[in-house]
């Protein structure tokens, strides 16, 4: 075995190796003190492993993004380890260096992904048509017990903090308005302000935030769960339509309890201004009542109630997709879990204010 060594040419600027090189062999490296190295010559190097080509390479070029020296002298196959090493510790480097990118390419990137999402949810709709059209010719293929499951999962679970979320919105709103109102002496005009704001947009928006974090979130968990375990695989196997079995029950179980789910935060919203309303403002019980009877329109009603169903399909229709397009890995799982309350929100902020721009044209 012959030593290791090295010696720095300043003529030619080349770090000149010779003997055996491996991973022992570093403290033959010369001290070149921040000196470029434009040539690696290896025409005294009898051995060379994969350490001793990393040893030397990082020797020639102490950063990663230094040129490559001019290989000379090398046996062919110590040119062919050293080109190896130089190639992989250049896409380790690339990999682990931040990508730092500005205004305009994280805004395409960012737009582009949203088409993206656009582009996917509109073929997934058309999917899920063709599979429901199958479905209406023959019943028998519904899967009644799955969208029974579904309904408890998504309406009933979901009660107790529609109803408590709600009530205090409504005690949060009927104060605030009443603070306000009592220093014209329209005590009794909260009554009319709240009841436009609870059934308008604080309850169906509220409700469709709710299930978008509680519901849609599940169902995507749920789902790509599923096709990590091979579970979508063994229901297609068994001559089953995944959509059928795992997407329409959800689908319907949302259309139905996101209206009723809305119509108890109504009632809870106005059962928290009705508390406040008697604390603060003393409107008695039967005076809010009467004057809820007074100025109580159906429309106003029947506006909020429209909306949960448009915001239950977007929802349902986001998580399923999101739940179908995880990959085989766990960190998919969370990344579209995630993206579906993101995209989930977002749809619903858009359709409410596409909602308030078109009840305004048609004066409702």
């Given at each position: 075995?012959?030593?290791?060594?090295?010696?720095?040419?300043?003529?030619?600027?080349?770090?000149?190796?010779?003997?055996?090189?491996?991973?022992?062999?570093?403290?033959?490296?010369?001290?070149?003190?921040?000196?470029?190295?434009?040539?690696?010559?290896?025409?005294?190097?009898?051995?060379?492993?994969?350490?001793?080509?990393?040893?030397?390479?990082?020797?020639?070029?102490?950063?990663?993004?230094?040129?490559?020296?001019?290989?000379?002298?090398?046996?062919?196959?110590?040119?062919?380890?050293?080109?190896?090493?130089?190639?992989?510790?250049?896409?380790?480097?690339?990999?682990?260096?931040?990508?730092?990118?500005?205004?305009?390419?994280?805004?395409?990137?960012?737009?582009?992904?949203?088409?993206?999402?656009?582009?996917?949810?509109?073929?997934?709709?058309?999917?899920?048509?063709?599979?429901?059209?199958?479905?209406?010719?023959?019943?028998?293929?519904?899967?009644?017990?799955?969208?029974?499951?579904?309904?408890?999962?998504v309406f009933v679970g979901a009660i107790p903090i529609v109803a408590g979320m709600l009530f205090l919105l409504g005690v949060v709103f009927a104060y605030l308005l009443g603070d306000q109102a009592q220093q014209?002496?329209?005590?009794?005009?909260?009554?009319?302000?709240?009841?436009?704001?609870?059934?308008?947009?604080?309850?169906?928006?509220?409700?469709?935030?709710?299930?978008?974090?509680?519901?849609?979130?599940?169902?995507?968990?749920?789902?790509?769960?599923?096709?990590?375990?091979?579970?979508?695989?063994?229901?297609?196997?068994l001559g089953l339509s995944p959509l059928a079995v795992l997407v329409i029950p959800r689908i319907v179980a949302l259309l139905l309890a996101m209206p009723l789910l809305v119509f108890i935060g109504d009632i809870?919203?106005?059962?928290?201004?009705?508390?406040?309303?008697?604390?603060?403002?003393?409107?008695?019980?039967?005076?809010?009542?009467?004057?809820?009877?007074?100025?109580?329109?159906?429309?106003?009603?029947?506006?909020?109630?429209?909306?949960?169903?448009?915001?239950?399909?977007?929802?349902?229709?986001?998580?399923?997709?999101?739940?179908?397009?995880?990959?085989?890995?766990?960190?998919?799982?969370?990344?579209?879990?995630?993206?579906?309350?993101?995209?989930?929100?977002?749809?619903?902020?858009?359709?409410?204010?596409?909602?308030?721009?078109?009840?305004?044209?048609?004066?409702?």
């Amino acid at each position: 075995m012959t030593e290791a060594h090295a010696h720095f040419d300043e003529a030619d600027d080349a770090l000149i190796a010779s003997g055996d090189w491996h991973a022992g062999t570093a403290p033959a490296l010369p001290r070149l003190g921040g000196k470029t190295v434009r040539v690696l010559d290896g025409a005294g190097i009898t051995r060379l492993d994969i350490n001793g080509a990393w040893l030397l390479l990082t020797a020639a070029r102490p950063q990663a993004g230094d040129p490559m020296p001019e290989l000379r002298a090398f046996q062919p196959q110590h040119r062919a380890m050293l080109q190896l090493v130089a190639q992989h510790s250049a896409a380790t480097a690339a990999q682990a260096e931040p990508q730092c990118e500005g205004v305009r390419e994280a805004t395409g990137r960012g737009t582009l992904a949203m088409w993206g999402h656009v582009v996917g949810l509109i073929g997934f709709i058309g999917h899920l048509f063709v599979e429901l059209m199958a479905l209406m010719g023959h019943p028998g293929r519904w899967r009644w017990r799955e969208f029974g499951a579904q309904v408890s999962s998504v309406f009933v679970g979901a009660i107790p903090i529609v109803a408590g979320m709600l009530f205090l919105l409504g005690v949060v709103f009927a104060y605030l308005l009443g603070d306000q109102a009592q220093q014209y002496g329209a005590n009794i005009f909260v009554v009319d302000g709240l009841l436009l704001a609870i059934l308008r947009e604080i309850s169906p928006v509220i409700v469709a935030v709710l299930v978008a974090g509680r519901t849609g979130a599940a169902i995507t968990a749920q789902i790509g769960t599923m096709k990590i375990t091979e579970e979508i695989d063994a229901i297609a196997t068994l001559g089953l339509s995944p959509l059928a079995v795992l997407v329409i029950p959800r689908i319907v179980a949302l259309l139905l309890a996101m209206p009723l789910l809305v119509f108890i935060g109504d009632i809870a919203g106005i059962a928290g201004g009705m508390v406040i309303a008697q604390e603060q403002l003393d409107i008695s019980r039967h005076m809010f009542i009467d004057r809820m009877v007074d100025v109580i329109l159906p429309k106003t009603l029947l506006v909020g109630l429209l909306k949960a169903p448009v915001f239950a399909l977007f929802i349902a229709l986001i998580a399923c997709r999101m739940g179908l397009s995880v990959t085989r890995d766990a960190r998919s799982v969370g990344a579209n879990t995630t993206s579906t309350v993101v995209q989930s929100l977002v749809a619903i902020i858009i359709l409410n204010a596409i909602f308030a721009v078109m009840f305004v044209k048609l004066e409702i």
